[in-house]
């Protein structure tokens, strides 16, 4: 009897453990309507972006209200200033006439420049996959679409976004360290 009780405990014990607990499930659920319902949202990151043959590093602001996105990126300094309003399938920066083309890092439209508004939609409309603690933080794999995925540590007690990998087919396309997260619910003003 011993030896039959043990697997199927084992077999229970996997099954229950893919989020820790049903709490993170809904603490990620509140946080992710949240970044749905949010009249303003505004962060910046340390963007680490990986091409097939180069690796290029920016850090950049996102700003979003209830028109779209804005990214403006701070550095590197011979970029500095540039700020874009993304529209659908944009994967260019604008800046007085100068058009800069930042590349696509997978088949499917990914740049640097739309990284950080396609996080924000995965935050907020993604597939929790599973969830786990590393290194003092709260860790989410998130699944956007059939080729975009993303991993997000929280700091546990504010659940404010840290660090996000952007993955695509499997591949580090992405990597960013988050400052700054503000985010203003419905009727709530901004100072």
Known sequence: ?????????????????????????ERYAEFARSVSEADTLSFE????????DRTLEFRLRCERDGEGCTVSVLAPETMAGIRARLTEGSSTLAYEGLVI?????DAYGLTPVNALPRLLETLAG???????TEAGQEAF???ADDHLSATVYFEPETMTPQEAELLSDGHLRVACQIEGWELSAPGEQRE
Do not use: F, N
Request: hydrophobic share 40%; proline share 2%.
């Open 141 to 143: 794999q998130l699944i």
């Open 45 to 52: 990151a340390g963007l680490r972006a990986e091409y097939e």
């Open 101 to 105: 083309d930042t590349g696509d890092l």
């Open 1 to 25: 009897m011993k030896r039959l009780c043990l697997p199927v405990l084992l077999i229970c014990c996997l099954l229950l453990s893919a989020c820790g607990d049903r709490s993170e499930e």
């Open 126 to 132: 993604g597939h929790l996959e599973s969830c786990w």
